[in-house]
């Protein structure tokens, strides 16, 4: 067993997986039904549990251990899908986790301006600034690359040089509604 604390490496599992056959399925001999063979799609079975037809193997769940490994062939790349949809899901909604807990520092920062708090105050804002730092670097993280994709250790693509500059508080490539525009200039 694995510790909990250990991260799952997907994609080690997922080259065990690719690196086996395909096509698993559990065949039980007439003669012998005590002897179930897995087939993949090869030549040759898989695996072969219990054999003998012996009284030891009456208090074993044979047949449920041939059927359990036979499905891994499926369930394991299923199960691989579905933990990277669920991760790809979470990492897309930090972002806006981590903004709502910036507005509310900024709300706090708020209420003791009001009651002339000001340390207090200083220290929210400061707050909300380290979680606005985080939702934009969970959302560079989470957002894909543009057609043409950020070079390694280079140039960024359009999309993930945008979002640097949103960070940097420059808004020039951002979207009218970023949230972030520039405060309308002075009028003269
Ligand atoms: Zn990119
Ligand atoms: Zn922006």
Redesign the pocket.
Known sequence: MTSNNTPLDLDAIEARANAAEDGWTVLISEADPHRFEIHGDGPTHVAVFGGNPDDAFASYPVRENAVFAAHAREDVPALLAEVRRLRDELAGQRPDILREVADICDEAGANYTAKAFNDHATGAYELMERFQRKANEAEYLATPCDFVACEPGGEPCSTHERLMA?AEGE?EL?APD?G??PAALPSV
């Open positions: 949103h808004h951002c970023c972030l525009a």
